[in-house]
């Protein structure tokens, strides 16, 4: 992992070894590796992993090119020779790929394996098979739409990050207000945007004269009259829980208090939004015509205790996708690279579950490419496949990185995996904890075709993209007029 100081004011730290986020915060100048950090942030938005795998590529392919150029083979030479080459990786991944979306036991633990292996480069490796099960039922429950919105991942420090739990239902982030009903059962609640705090005279910049003080406490009272009239509006939808953005004064929460209404004050932007989403309600913000008004509905609310603060739990929601999972962990930085984690697991998995095709991992799919690429250099004439044999090169830089980082000795696992490879149909990877090849099949390690797509076409066009560039031009800084 990395730890990121920022240069900023506010010198704030973070620790994570996610590609985008690293690449994202660093300070770049030179143009050439601006594009490298694009294209990590495209595949992080896109398929949300796989975004250092892009980076590393797309470095390979331009180390090797570079050896090509000095061979004084022209760059458009070379990129031609990539193009064919990254359509033959792609073809030799589609036929390799397995489709288990008919079969409903074998594609759930086809995610599974995905969701552990995209775990477990991760801060959460450690207890990857829980979280693997909490994202992929957070997805399943999405029934195919990509739409991560209605996954709420709440932080809460303390207890451990075994402690962390699935809960189906919404959790708002707030306290119950005073002398409210803590519980209630078949709720219709009403999401609101509205200002509940003109009980009190506020006239900014209106004069007002009055000849006694009694006129001011008869202002007062129509004020609070308003107030009254717009509560008695909002009781009269028929609903038992409010839900406001704004804050609410303590008249209107005497009076919601004394109709039994749970009103809730102050609650942020996106809990809301979310909250209209999940119990199916509108968010209102004018209350005269009650029967266009869409109410939100849920079995149960009720007031929780997760660590030492309190929630509200919504539970029995409408829209039966949504779900909220709750992370425990030491501190706070914890916490933050754990949702990291936690969102490139769930991202692969709702696109996984869009497309469900699957391949192996473990630098399996680049031996694939790799091999079958080096063929089609062996059949093409002409300079082209000095280009496709570099391609094919490159692909096995993956691999390699892989063995470093595990510790491993390199150049002999590849060439091993290499010779393994040129038998029919092998499913042999790098097994990182034997520290040898193994059964990618018996190990169970997946990952999702989508992704591996993805990083090979992003890298290959980056690379063909920095390779038109013949130089790199600063241009002066415009020239500002002597104001004198």
Known sequence: DKILQSTGRGRSVTVTNDGATILKSLHIDNPAAKVLVDISKVQDDEVGDGTTSVVVLAGELLREAEKLVNMKIHPMTIIAGYRMAAECARNALLQKTMDNKDNTDKFRSDLMNIAMTTLSSKIL????????????????????????ESIQILKKP??????????????????????????????????????????????????????????VADIEAAEKQKMREKVEKIIGHGINCFVNRQLIYNFPEELFADAGILAVEHADFEGIERLALVTGGDIASTFDNPESVKLGHCKLIEEIMIGEDRLIHFSGVAMGQACTIVLRGASEHVLDEAERSLHDALCVLSQTVNDTRVIFGG????MVMSKEVDELARRTPGKKSHAIDA????????????????????????????AEHHKENSTVGIDVISGGLGDMQKRGICEA?????????????????????????TCAPRRREDRM
């Open 125 to 148: 490796s450690q207890d990857k098979e829980y979280f693997a099960e909490l994202a992929v039922d957070a997805v399943l429950r999405l029934k195919g739409s990509t739409n991560l």
């Open 158 to 215: 303390g207890g451990s990050l075994k402690d962390s739990f699935l809960d189906e239902g919404f959790i708002l982030d707030k306290k119950i207000g005073l002398g409210q009903p803590k519980r209630i059962e078949n709720a219709n609640i009403l999401v609101a945007n509205t200002a509940m705090d003109t009980d009190k005279v506020k006239i900014y910049g209106a004069r007002v004269r009055v000849d006694s003080m009694s006129k």
């Open 363 to 366: 630098g399996w799919p680049e």
């Open 391 to 418: 391609f094919s090169r490159a692909l096995q830089a993956i691999p390699t990185i892989i063995a470093d980082n595990a510790g491993l000795d390199s150049a002999e696992l590849i060439s091993q995996l290499r």
């Open 449 to 473: 075709f989508k992704v591996k797509q993805a990083i090979v076409l992003s890298a290959t066009e980056a690379a063909e993209m920095i390779l038109r560039v013949d130089e790199i031009i």
